[in-house]
């Protein structure tokens, strides 16, 4: 491999980020001239017979923000419907009990916690643990907690692992788009939010990038906007973005966005793809998750799967009510293994309940095609550069700097999605 076209194994550990535990796969020099050479494989070394599949709701609201019920009630609802990890990411700029205050609900409804002394950060404290809530402890529920929260000011950012938030009484009566200040009078950016997580090391990713611009409390973000943050900040802080989330689970704003990154990134610096519900009222959501895939279930390893990419996301048209005690999940198109063999030059999928395998590649074009303010599709979508369950990457034409599969089953009017995470090329 030439010099111009790649890098070495430090090399590429370094852009990635100290520490990160992601799967690099062993250099070869067997490659022809100018075909793709595999160098990430979120997948790599998974025993796909004793693997855990664990599923997983990162963003989750309750009445500790503006969410529509307890804590308790929102942990067991999920617990029901099977998930074993779950991390409450109430809004930091949210006292509790917003629903009330709001007049969405009457004042009987409102949660008594938390229980004075408040906690450390109070209003801005995320809602952990959750025995402080009245609710049982993961451990009691056989579930994996996070301890986590969405950062609200500006562009929304979920955080784990890390108490960090910010609260907003000494910036007035502006709306959480018109910023905040700290102590000193200085105000506080996304880059100042990030910086904050990662120095109490925990992790990140952005959330919801195509919410409509209409709304007091959000403002859409050019795409070189994006670029810079995952410059500015490390892979193995900020992991990812949030490519499906409630109702809007397929908007090609955000995974044409998604795309568009790892056009420029990959493989030097992967941005991992999460699926989320963003759930606010468990009797009405979509049914959008992440599955992370754990030899131990503990929250370390769940941080060290969101560092490497060793999960995937599913997402449909369908919603759910997770109020009933039988709630009618779906049978989501079932990654059952991925299999990269570098020496042969292919990746081969085995799935089930899956009506085809969709592999997707770099966008035609990285320049935006419309106005990012008002337009849904802003940017050129990445490509299919094949169907079907074994993909050859040095035979198939348009393999850019990555790759990632979607297994997609059609019901109807209703589409069900599974996402990999994306594999990383050089040219050799």
Known sequence: ??????????????????????????????????????????????????VGRHKAALHLHTLQSDGYQMVEEVVRAYRRADFSILSITDHDWNRPNARILWKQLPPEKASPYPKEPYPENYPANPTWPWTDYGCPSPE????????????????????????????????????????????????????????????????AFLNHPGVEDKHAWWERKPLQWYVERYHKHPADCLVGIEVTNCARAFRAYDEGLWDQLLARFMPQRPIWGFGTDDMHDLASTRQTYTTFLLDHPTS????????????????STVGINYRVEEPQMLDFPQLLSVQADPAQGTIAIRADNCGEVRWISAPESLEPTEDFRTSNAPWPQGRVVHVGDTLDFRKTPGIGSYVRAELVRKEGNHFHRTFTNPFGFVLG
């Open 300 to 315: 370390e390893s769940v941080r060290q799967a969101m560092i490497a990419g060793r999960f995937h996301f599913c997402a």
């Open 1 to 50: 491999m030439s010099e111009s076209s790649s890098m070495n194994r430090r090399e590429l550990l370094t852009c990635l980020g100290a520490g990160a535990a992601v799967s690099l796969v062993p250099w070869r020099k067997t490659q022809a001239a100018g075909t793709p050479c595999l160098v990430l494989d979120p997948y790599a070394g998974i025993d796909w017979a004793q």
């Open 140 to 203: 009691e529920l056989g579930m994996i907690g996070i301890e986590g929260s969405e950062l609200t000011f500006r562009h929304h950012i979920n955080s784990f692992f890390s108490n960090y938030g910010v609260w907003y009484e000494r910036t007035g009566s502006r709306a959480p788009y018109g910023g905040i200040v700290d102590a000193e009078g200085n105000e506080v950016w996304e880059d100042d939010q990030l910086e904050d997580i990662r120095a109490k090391n925990g992790l």
